[in-house]
Nanobody, 121 residues
């Protein structure tokens, strides 16, 4: 059973920074996706198993950075968010894919519980 545990959300002013983390019980293609109230869940960023390939939505390119760090016990994926905008406000989910990283929410097999990120103007 894959376990994904997210942390690090919160409230920040526009222009500020925040980092969210996701501890995974194995090594998979990983993604961060978000869902704002009344909107569909959307892709934000993804990273390959090795960490050598990363992918970003156009709306966050140049502002967000996805990375991963593995120790002997677990694999942690980070999303560093800089120059935050009010439109970045959403619940952020990390997700794992056996097939590798994807921009499509439907291709992820496991999901974390989500962490709220709120950007005030």
């Amino acid at each position: 059973q894959v376990q994904l545990v997210e942390s690090g959300g919160g409230l920040v002013q526009a222009g500020g920074s925040l980092r969210v983390s996701c501890a995974a019980s194995g090594r998979y293609g990983m993604g961060w996706l978000r869902q704002a109230p009344g909107k569909e869940r959307e892709f934000v960023a993804a990273i390959s198993r090795s960490g050598g390939s990363t992918y970003y939505a156009d709306s966050v390119k140049g502002r967000f950075t996805i990375s991963r760090d593995r120790d002997s016990a677990k694999d942690t994926v980070y999303l560093q968010m800089n120059s935050l905008k009010p439109e970045d406000t959403a619940v952020y989910y990390c997700a794992a894919s056996f097939r590798g990283p994807s921009t499509l929410p439907g291709e992820y097999d496991y999901w974390g519980q989500g962490t709220q990120v709120t950007v005030s103007s």
